[in-house]
């Protein structure tokens, strides 16, 4: 059967795809560490929508909430990629489509050009004769785009009957625009419930930071700035340990104005790594003719019968007293503060982060289990 193949990679606001995607994700991912880039599977889904027709082409819409004029669509993934290029300063924030074709198809000129102008895919045939070889071209390219952090995105066996692979990849890596001093790194608890407890590397640090307690959320909320970049790192600490499934579905498009305070801050190291498949989750949303026999794909590969076979979606993060490189009552050791002005967040039980700038959330995610 032929198939298309959209691989979403990510090593790292109102009411829309992302949203409702990544509600679906963390609660089919509740009791496991999460990153995920929801942008990415947005970015990759879209570029697919721009060659659906018909049912495939009006259920993608709907559930990526993308206006019919696809003219509109390109353009807003234009503007986001242009306004990414060179903005960062000393964070590395970069976002890369490519297409890889069956040499024995071609994609529609239009679609090309689309692609080319607006989303900056440069596609690219290749031979699937040797499909080790050609897995091999593949996972090159991602291996760089996220700089070794992903790697071996598909095997010899996935390219034997492909058309054509979507990939969009995320990278990011950023600083602390603070310093978590690694001597008062020490071994605690973190609890996972109320009833088991794990060793957890965590940093300290007493500073000035944009938080609060947010008694809707029913959580404390910190904002950590990545140096000279507009990008930070949002922490949701929910008050009750088992409270972090309700509290994922109240953040959703919270808008954040955090006053400056002081905080006395307790926050785990963590390393995760992601891999799903999506078809389950886009099913559920509503994406379904794209995954059957009838999909219409006509304006991508014409007259191939292609329908998506595969939406693999893989991810990482890792937080340390640098940064973040991206491609939750136990005693606190190191520095506190007994100033009662100082709010007291010691991420020491589940919780939930992003990564953001004004705009946009890149990464999003959830820690459950140093485990």
Same mark, same amino acid.
């Given at each position: 059967?032929?198939? !298309?193949?959209? &691989?979403?990679?990510?090593?790292?606001?109102?009411?829309?795809?992302?949203?409702?995607?990544?509600?679906?994700?963390?609660?089919? $991912?509740?009791?496991?560490?999460? /990153?995920?880039?929801?942008?990415?599977?947005?970015?990759?889904?879209?570029?697919?929508?721009?060659?659906?027709?018909?049912?495939?082409?009006?259920?993608?819409?709907?559930?990526?909430?993308?206006?019919?004029?696809?003219?509109?669509?390109?353009?807003?993934?234009?503007? !986001?990629?242009?306004?990414?290029?060179?903005?960062?300063?000393?964070? #590395? !924030?970069?976002?890369?489509?490519?297409?890889?074709?069956?040499?024995?198809?071609?994609?529609?000129?239009?679609?090309?050009?689309?692609?080319?102008?607006?989303?900056?895919?440069?596609? %690219?045939? /290749?031979?699937?004769?040797? =499909?080790?070889?050609?897995?091999?071209?593949?996972?090159? *390219?991602?291996? $760089?785009?996220?700089?070794?952090?992903?790697?071996?995105?598909?095997?010899?066996?996935?390219?034997?009957? &492909?058309? &054509?692979? #979507?990939?969009?990849? +995320?990278?990011?890596?950023?600083? *602390?625009?603070?310093?978590?001093?690694?001597?008062?790194?020490?071994?605690?608890?973190?609890?996972?419930?109320?009833?088991?407890?794990?060793?957890? %590397?965590?940093?300290?640090?007493?500073?000035?930071?944009?938080?609060?307690? #947010?008694?809707?959320?029913?959580?404390?909320? +910190?904002?950590?700035?990545?140096? $000279?970049?507009?990008?930070?790192?949002?922490?949701?600490?929910?008050?009750?340990?088992?409270?972090? =499934?309700?509290?994922?579905?109240?953040?959703?498009?919270?808008?954040?104005?955090?006053?400056?305070?002081?905080?006395?801050?307790?926050? =785990?190291?963590?390393?995760?790594?992601?891999?799903?498949?999506?078809?389950?989750? !886009?099913?559920?949303?509503? +994406?379904?003719?794209?995954?059957?026999?009838?999909?219409?794909?006509?304006? &991508?590969?014409?007259?191939?019968?292609?329908?998506?076979?595969?939406?693999?979606?893989?991810?990482?993060?890792?937080?340390?007293?640098?940064?973040?490189?991206?491609?939750?009552?136990?005693?606190?050791?190191?520095?506190?503060?007994?100033?009662?002005?100082?709010? $007291?967040?010691?991420?020491?039980? =589940?919780?939930?982060?992003? #990564?953001?700038?004004?705009?946009?959330?890149?990464?999003?995610?959830?820690?459950?289990?140093?485990?």
């Amino acid at each position: 059967m032929k198939y !298309l193949c959209l &691989l979403l990679l990510a090593t790292s606001v109102s009411c829309r795809f992302t949203d409702d995607f990544y509600q679906l994700l963390a609660k089919k $991912n509740a009791n496991k560490n999460l /990153i995920s880039s929801p942008l990415s599977v947005e970015i990759a889904l879209s570029m697919a929508y721009m060659g659906a027709r018909g049912k495939t082409a009006q259920e993608m819409r709907q559930v990526l909430k993308l206006p019919e004029d696809k003219k509109q669509v390109a353009a807003k993934y234009k503007d !986001l990629l242009t306004e990414l290029e060179g903005r960062e300063k000393v964070a #590395i !924030l970069s976002l890369a489509n490519r297409i890889y074709v069956n040499n024995g198809y071609e994609l529609v000129p239009g679609y090309n050009q689309i692609v080319k102008d607006s989303f900056k895919a440069e596609a %690219e045939a /290749i031979s699937v004769a040797d =499909p080790k070889k050609a897995a091999s071209i593949v996972n090159k *390219w991602v291996d $760089n785009q996220t700089r070794g952090k992903i790697r071996d995105i598909v095997e010899a066996k996935d390219m034997s009957d &492909l058309i &054509l692979i #979507i990939l969009n990849a +995320i990278y990011f890596k950023g600083q *602390w625009a603070f310093i978590f001093n690694p001597k008062f790194t020490e071994k605690v608890d973190f609890r996972i419930s109320d009833q088991k407890s794990v060793p957890v %590397e965590m940093m300290s640090h007493i500073g000035s930071f944009k938080a609060a307690h #947010i008694s809707e959320l029913g959580a404390k909320v +910190i904002e950590l700035p990545y140096r $000279n970049s507009s990008l930070s790192m949002v922490i949701y600490l929910p008050d009750r340990i088992d409270g972090l =499934p309700e509290l994922e579905k109240k953040i959703d498009g919270f808008s954040l104005n955090l006053p400056h305070i002081k905080v006395s801050l307790s926050l =785990p190291k963590f390393k995760i790594e992601f891999s799903d498949d999506l078809v389950d989750q !886009l099913k559920e949303m509503g +994406i379904q003719e794209a995954f059957q026999m009838s999909a219409d794909f006509n304006d &991508l590969v014409a007259k191939t019968g292609a329908k998506v076979g595969s939406v693999v979606h893989k991810a990482f993060i890792e937080v340390n007293e640098e940064g973040a490189e991206a491609a939750a009552v136990t005693k606190i050791f190191g520095p506190l503060s007994a100033d009662p002005e100082c709010l $007291n967040l010691n991420v020491d039980h =589940p919780f939930a982060y992003v #990564i953001r700038d004004e705009k946009t959330i890149y990464f999003q995610g959830h820690f459950v289990n140093p485990e």
